[in-house]
């Protein structure tokens, strides 16, 4: 049955005002973020240090939409060179555990810290760090709040709080769209960082359209060549640092 006018309206004036409120839970973080970015700063030192390494790697983990968002995160960071990998939490319990390594980062996903597989596995790679021969494994959260059992797991935490999802049922939207602005700012910031340009995006991203604009613009010459820090170390990992 066809949409009448009003129909069309209604929905339009919806969609309108879901992306308003998306909009506003960005802003009204990014405002938080300037006033108070203590617990961001810990996470950063982190994620800077490892992706900075010529051997480690950052591992994004999660179930449900948490871990597409991760999935697709780690495929922004693995396009501008950084060593990323989704896993999703269930099957690392069930053998794919083995893809952590020395000196990696962990970043977890799940908007209530509570959620059971991340927390399980959390606990897993929190008791590699006990054991006789242990591994050094860093972990960092993102979700509502650090006061949460993945919380008390993890070395740092990115909050990304919200006031109130979209939808009635609590379905994740507006949380979900945070945690993923969030790490694409990340991934920016990476860029900066590095001084990442358009030669060295053509060469993880050769194909498809974005490839094409790169080849063009990668005249242009680079200051500083992929997976080289541009600026000094921001944090020596040292297992004697991990809690």
Known sequence: MPLSTD??????????????????????????????????????????????????????TGIGKSFHIGKKLAATLTSIGTRAVSLHA???????????????????LSY???TD????????????????????????????SHASELGALC??????????????VG???????????IGDAVAVMLMERRRFGPRDFARYHPGGALGGLSRKAGDAPVVCPVRQTCSPPMLELDGNDIR
Do not use: F, Y
Request: a negative charge; aromatic letters at 2%.
């Open 155 to 168: 070395d740092a935490w990115i909050a990304c709080p919200v006031d109130a999802e979209l939808s009635q």
């Open 90 to 108: 269930t099957e690392a319990l069930h053998g794919d555990l083995g893809i952590i390594g020395h000196g990696d980062c962990v970043l977890a």
């Open 117 to 144: 597989e991340v927390v399980a596995l959390a606990s897993v790679i929190h008791s590699m760090r006990t054991q006789e021969d242990p591994m050094h494994v860093w972990m960092v959260g993102m979700g509502k």
């Open 171 to 181: 379905a994740p939207t507006v949380s979900s769209s945070l945690m993923l602005a």
């Open 7 to 60: 129909d069309l309206d209604i929905a339009t004036t919806s969609i309108t005002n879901s992306l308003d409120a998306v909009s506003k839970a960005i802003q009204q973080h990014a405002t938080a973020l300037r006033q108070n970015s203590s617990d961001l700063r810990r996470a950063l030192r982190i994620l800077c240090t490892v992706t900075d390494s010529q051997t480690s790697k950052l591992v994004i």
């Open 112 to 114: 209530s810290g509570e």
